[in-house]
C-alpha cells in the first residue's frame, strides 16, 4: 500500500511528464497518495512544467477531482505551470460538467501540451 | 439473478467504510452490462453511485463504524432505480454551493452532487435529507 506508486515521471527537456498507474482513481487511500505524489513534485522537487497525461484513467470521483483541484493551487503557488492531456471523451466531460475545463489547461495530446510550455 | 423477470431487485447494507463498496457497485454494474446498458451510460452510473454511496458514508455516517447505508437497486433493460440511505442526521440539498459558479471553482469539495444530477435521469432527497432515490431512464432509439 504506502509503497506503491500512484504515478510515473519522465522528464522531458525541462518539462515532467506525468502518468497515472491507476485506471480507476476511487479508492480514498489511493486519492490520498496521489495527492502526496503530486504535491512532491512542486513543494519538493519544485518542478517548474508539468504535464498530467491521462491516459491511462478511465475512470475518476470527485474526491480524485478535489485532490487535483489542491494541486492546481499548490502548483499556481510555486510559479509552476500545469496542462493536463490525453483525457478520455467520458472524463473530459466530468470536467466540463464541474467547469474544470475552465480551471485547467486542457490539450488533446501530450505533444500539444508540451508545445505550450 | 438468473429470473428473468424485471426489474431484479438488489440490495445491500453497506459499512461506512469508503474502501468496502466498490465490489457492490461493480456488481451492479456488470449486470447493467449484461443487460445490454452502454459503456457511455455506464460510466454515468457509475459517477453516481461513487458520489451517492461516498457522499453517504463520508458526510452521513460520518464514517463511523457503527452505522451502516442502505443500498437497494431495481435494475431493467432500459430502467435502472437506486435509493441511497445513511444514518446521519440528513442534509438540505439546496444549501450545497454551487461548484460550477466562478468564486467555488477552486474549492476541493462539492461536485458529487452536480455530477449525481448531470447523469440521471432524475434525482429526489427524502425530506430527511439522509436519502437519495436516482433512476436513469433509456431513451427509446
Known sequence: MGNQRRIEVNDSASVSVVRFLDQKIIDPESIQELGQELFDLV??????????????V?????????????FEKKAKRNDSQLVLSNISPEIFQVFAITNLDKLFTIKDTEADALAIL | MSSNEFPEKLSCMLPSSLSAYHDFVQTLLDRLQELKWKKEI??????????????????GNKEDSNKSVSVKCEL???????????????YNPEEV??????ENLERPGGRGLELIRYYMTSVQHSECG????????????
Do not use: Q, Y
Request: with cysteine.
Open chain 1, 58 to 70: 478511465e475512470f475518476l470521483s470527485s474526491a480524485a477531482l478535489g485532490k487535483l483541484i489542491t
Open chain 1, 43 to 56: 513543494e519538493r522537487e519544485d518542478r517548474k512544467k508539468i504535464v498530467l497525461n491521462f491516459g491511462s
Open chain 2, 76 to 90: 431493467s433493460p432500459k430502467r435502472f432505480w437506486v435509493e441511497v440511505c445513511d444514518e446521519g442526521d440528513g
Open chain 2, 97 to 102: 454551493p454551487d461548484c460550477t459558479s466562478p
Open chain 2, 130 to 141: 439522509c436519502c437519495v432515490t436516482m433512476e436513469k431512464i433509456l431513451d427509446d432509439e
Open chain 2, 42 to 59: 455506464l460510466f454515468g452510473i457509475h459517477m453516481a453511485l461513487e458520489e451517492s454511496i461516498s457522499n453517504a458514508i463520508r458526510h
